[in-house]
């Protein structure tokens, strides 16, 4: 099987598991939410999109992703590490990573198929009101939170545009589509809402675990909820001999493997 036909078909089974069949995804983290896997924003150059951390010890897995992408490049990103994550792929192996290497297309694909389905494109196509294609362009890149470029590449393989006409379209933006057809307002809002800082719940909801454990200190407990060694000290309570032990408690460390930035 083809890397393409491998990820829209893990793709397709994972909206399966989900039951979200061929509906759009309106937000993204409500996936990673069901999934029980964090994400966190960062602070990153714009040639660097993301990566997976999976910590070996725990099996818990951490997904950054660089929070100056543009909304739709920040979806398909997430959907792209989601590929990683599904397959299992060896996030310490450079050379797994490379843009060329079987992983990297096939995540890809994933990501492609499973923010648009093709089985979506075909259904919106049958229902259009009117057989534009650029008009039905925007009316995915709308609908489906996907780019132009992904939107085209999805039409073209639902044999609704040729090469030629795929690769003009892969040059829209979203945003010269949204001028266009009058849903600037939308895309804002979107965009403002997908770069609203997420909370990493579920590694805060481990590292207050850990303190409970003796195995992070008030201070590393602090510094993971961005909050005073006070709060702290009066949100979370502890004996005197629990309080011995924090200054020589061992931090609990995160396989935080950059190898897979893309």
Same mark, same amino acid.
């Not at 060896?90 to 389905?117: G, M």
């Given at each position: 099987?083809?890397?393409?036909?491998?990820?829209?078909?893990? %793709?397709?089974?994972?909206?399966?598991?989900?039951?979200?069949?061929?509906?759009?995804?309106?937000?993204? +983290?409500?996936? +990673?939410?069901?999934?029980?896997?964090?994400?966190?924003?960062?602070?990153? @150059?714009?040639?660097?999109?993301?990566?997976?951390?999976? @910590?070996?010890?725990?099996?818990?897995?951490?997904?950054?992703?660089?929070?100056?992408?543009?909304?739709?490049?920040?979806?398909?990103?997430?959907?792209?590490?989601?590929?990683?994550?599904?397959?299992?792929?060896d996030l310490t192996n450079l050379n797994t990573h490379l843009y060329s290497s079987d992983s990297e297309i096939r995540a890809n694909a994933f990501s492609r198929h499973f923010l648009l389905?093709?089985?979506?494109?075909?259904?919106?196509?049958?229902?259009?009101?009117?057989?534009?294609?650029?008009?039905?362009?925007?009316?995915?890149?709308?609908? +489906?939170?996907?780019?132009?470029?992904?939107?085209?590449? #999805?039409?073209?393989?639902?044999? $609704?545009?040729?090469?030629?006409?795929?690769?003009?379209?892969?040059?829209?933006?979203?945003?010269?589509?949204?001028?266009?057809?009058?849903?600037?307002?939308?895309?804002?809002?979107?965009?403002?809402?997908?770069?609203?800082?997420?909370?990493?719940?579920? $590694?805060?909801?481990? %590292?207050?675990?850990?303190?409970?454990?003796?195995?992070?200190? #008030?201070?590393?407990? %602090?510094?993971?909820?961005?909050?005073?060694?006070?709060?702290? %000290?009066?949100? +979370?309570?502890?004996?005197?001999?629990?309080?011995?032990?924090?200054?020589?408690? @061992?931090?609990?460390? $995160? @396989?935080?493997?950059?190898?897979?930035?893309?």
């Amino acid at each position: 099987m083809s890397n393409e036909n491998e990820g829209a078909e893990a %793709a397709h089974t994972l909206r399966e598991q989900l039951d979200i069949g061929n509906a759009p995804i309106s937000n993204i +983290f409500t996936i +990673f939410d069901l999934l029980n896997i964090d994400v966190i924003f960062v602070q990153a @150059d714009n040639n660097e999109h993301g990566f997976t951390a999976r @910590d070996e010890k725990s099996k818990a897995i951490v997904v950054v992703v660089n929070c100056h992408l543009p909304y739709a490049r920040l979806r398909s990103t997430l959907a792209h590490e989601l590929a990683h994550i599904s397959f299992s792929d060896d996030l310490t192996n450079l050379n797994t990573h490379l843009y060329s290497s079987d992983s990297e297309i096939r995540a890809n694909a994933f990501s492609r198929h499973f923010l648009l389905p093709l089985a979506a494109v075909s259904n919106w196509w049958d229902k259009a009101a009117t057989k534009d294609t650029h008009r039905f362009l925007n009316s995915l890149v709308r609908n +489906f939170g996907v780019s132009p470029a992904i939107a085209a590449f #999805q039409m073209s393989n639902a044999d $609704l545009i040729d090469d030629a006409v795929c690769e003009q379209y892969r040059q829209e933006s979203s945003r010269s589509l949204a001028k266009n057809y009058g849903w600037e307002d939308l895309l804002q809002n979107r965009v403002n809402e997908i770069h609203t800082k997420k909370e990493p719940k579920l $590694l805060k909801e481990k %590292a207050i675990t850990a303190f409970h454990n003796g195995k992070i200190t #008030q201070n590393e407990l %602090a510094a993971i909820l961005k909050c005073t060694v006070t709060d702290v %000290a009066r949100n +979370f309570p502890i004996s005197s001999l629990r309080e011995s032990k924090t200054d020589v408690a @061992d931090p609990i460390i $995160l @396989d935080d493997d950059l190898s897979d930035l893309l």
